[in-house]
């Protein structure tokens, strides 16, 4: 999936519309009707970032991430 993200107030200086685009990778395998294991490999980039002039942008920057869940209902 390929997201772009809008600043909601997190990145505050220099920054009113699309700050970062994002693109993910999900996998799931179902073992039974009550089991599910998920995963994920991200990569964010940061759009337009200058820490140097804005201070907020140290937070926005190209960075990788992945997340893994089971799921078990009963």
Do not use: K, M
């Not at 699309?18 to 490999?41: I, K, N, P, Q, R």
């Not at 002039?53 to 893994?68: E, Q, T, W």
Request: hydrophobic residues 40%.
């Amino acid at each position: 999936a390929l997201w772009a993200g809008i600043n909601q107030g997190y990145v505050g200086d220099g920054h009113r519309d699309f700050d970062h685009l994002s693109v993910t990778l999900g996998l799931t395998h179902t073992f039974s009707s009550s089991c599910e294991l998920c995963a994920h490999l991200s990569h964010n980039w940061g759009i337009d970032s200058d820490p140097v002039n804005l201070a907020d942008d140290s937070l926005l920057r190209d960075f990788f991430y992945a997340g893994v869940a089971l799921t078990v209902g009963f």
